[in-house]
T-cell receptor, first 111, second 117 residues
Framework: RKEVEQDPGPFNVPEGATVAFNCTYS??????FFWYRQDCRKEPKLLMS???SGNEDGRFTAQLNRASQYISLLIRDSKLSDSATYLCVVSKTDSWGKLQFGAGTQVVVTP | NAGVMQNPRHLVRRRGQEARLRCSPMKGHSHVYWYRQLPEEGLKFMVY????????ESGMPKERFSAEFPKEGPSILRIQQVVRGDSAAYFC???????????????FGQGTRLTVV
């Protein structure tokens, strides 16, 4: 079983619509959680950290469910520029420099 | 403040040659991480280094791969006697290493795409 699992998609989303997807992680010792964005195999860029209480950054909302060991990302009012692969990333505090990436969920926003 | 700089961006090597990939971290960052991304797969952690020290190399293949981060100069990921399966994108990330804050935010370079022919 992979340590971080994501639905690869693609999620085809009309512009202006809402899309949400999850990621599950297997290691209950994971302490830090992030969503990164990767465009066309370029470098990953941090989208947002995910906190236990859930957090929002503009049109993006992230939730963490420790009991079920999953993280979610919701994108509201999708823009064409949101088309990308979204990478779920987890890290254990004791080896915090070591990030574990999911394979990514592809989102395609269409006009 | 320049970001994480990797070079070369693209590298073509014949089977059996050596590949040297360089990474200069962001200014003020003393922690460097190397990741490999195979086609259609996620990034896989390889090694974590601080200046002159390897902290965690649990993701490094046992043979042919080595990494260093000298006191002066960039971090180097070295692959000896490359094989076709080494073809991948190699990303370097750096972090200021603020363990006290618990933050693990890392900034990535643009990657080196290695093609072994």
């Amino acid at each position: 079983r992979k340590e971080v699992e994501q639905d690869p998609g693609p999620f085809n989303v009309p512009e202006g619509a809402t899309v949400a997807f999850n990621c599950t992680y297997s290691n209950s010792a994971s302490q830090s959680f992030f969503w990164y964005r990767q465009d066309c195999r370029k470098e990953p860029k941090l989208l947002m950290s995910v906190y236990s209480s859930g957090n929002e950054d503009g049109r993006f909302t992230a939730q963490l469910n420790r009991a079920s060991q999953y993280i979610s990302l919701l994108i509201r009012d999708s823009k064409l520029s949101d088309s990308a692969t979204y990478l779920c990333v987890v890290s254990k505090t004791d080896s915090w420099g070591k990030l574990q990436f999911g394979a990514g969920t592809q989102v395609v926003v269409t006009p | 403040n320049a970001g994480v700089m990797q070079n070369p961006r693209h590298l073509v090597r014949r089977r059996g040659q050596e590949a040297r990939l360089r990474c200069s971290p962001m200014k003020g960052h003393s922690h460097v991480y190397w990741y490999r991304q195979l086609p259609e797969e996620g990034l896989k952690f390889m090694v974590y280094l601080q200046k002159e020290n390897i902290i965690d190399e649990s993701g490094m293949p046992k043979e042919r791969f080595s990494a260093e981060f000298p006191k002066e100069g960039p971090s180097i990921l070295r692959i000896q006697q490359v094989v076709r399966g080494d073809s991948a994108a190699y990303f370097c990330a750096s972090s200021p290493g603020t363990k006290a804050t618990g933050r693990t935010e890392a900034f990535f370079g643009q990657g080196t795409r290695l093609t072994v022919v």
